[in-house]
């Protein structure tokens, strides 16, 4: 696919700036869980894990569930609130 492996280690944070993007993206993401729905960070961590993996990436042309499995990712959760006649 044409990807290159930059590592990020504590002495050169800033190797290509997307993990840095990444970690504001998923920052952010837990801020909001956190405002919207009360509780601490570490209740709404795999929620956003699972909203970012499967969430589209400009960057790849995929969400990064799709690149790493192959396939699009098949989940039980209903993301739209269903009426009680349903």
Known sequence: MGTRLDFS???HPQ???????TIHTI???LRMCVLDFGGSWRQHLPLVEFAYNNSYHASIGMAPYE???GRKCRSPVYWEERSPAE
């Open 15 to 21: 190797t290509d700036g997307q993990s840095e993007r």
């Open 9 to 11: 280690t504590a002495f």
């Open 27 to 29: 920052e952010d993401m």
């Open 67 to 69: 690149v790493l499995y």
